[in-house]
């Protein structure tokens, strides 16, 4: 990809809206989302990175005044954690299975190539 179709490629709607939103609040903001996005930052991975991070920050619950049913959300939010925890267990196994099995598809097709000695066949 040439300079010219990286440059253009950076302007997004959510880059074009920061440009345009920090000039309306302080120019000095709207000149330095243009040099952010000039100089190849981009707006969209700027606020999803920052939105991963704040996704592991839990805050607080406030109590409802219901201690029955405080009990009961915190047992659900537990066991919901603990579900999703064995889910990632099971897609990371499943992503390590798929890719052994392309491995060693692809040793054989290698082998089936150059045969046992490493010279083409």
């Known amino acids: 990809m040439n300079t010219v179709a990286t440059r253009t490629a950076r302007w997004t709607p959510i880059n074009v809206a920061s440009v345009v939103l920090g000039f309306a609040a302080w120019w000095p903001l709207g000149i330095a989302a243009i040099a952010y996005v000039l100089w190849g930052g981009s707006i969209d991975d700027l606020l999803r990175t920052g939105f991963s991070q704040l996704k592991g920050v839990t805050f607080p619950q406030r109590s409802s005044g219901n201690a029955a049913f405080d009990a009961y959300r915190a047992a659900t939010l537990e066991r919901l954690a603990r579900e999703q925890a064995e889910f990632n267990a099971f897609v990371r196994r499943l992503r390590e299975a798929r ?9 054989k097709e290698r082998k089936d190539i150059f045969g046992n000695d490493g010279n083409p066949a």
Request: net charge negative; charged share 55%; aromatic share 22%.
């Open 99 to 107: 890719d052994q099995e392309e491995f060693d598809r692809f040793m």
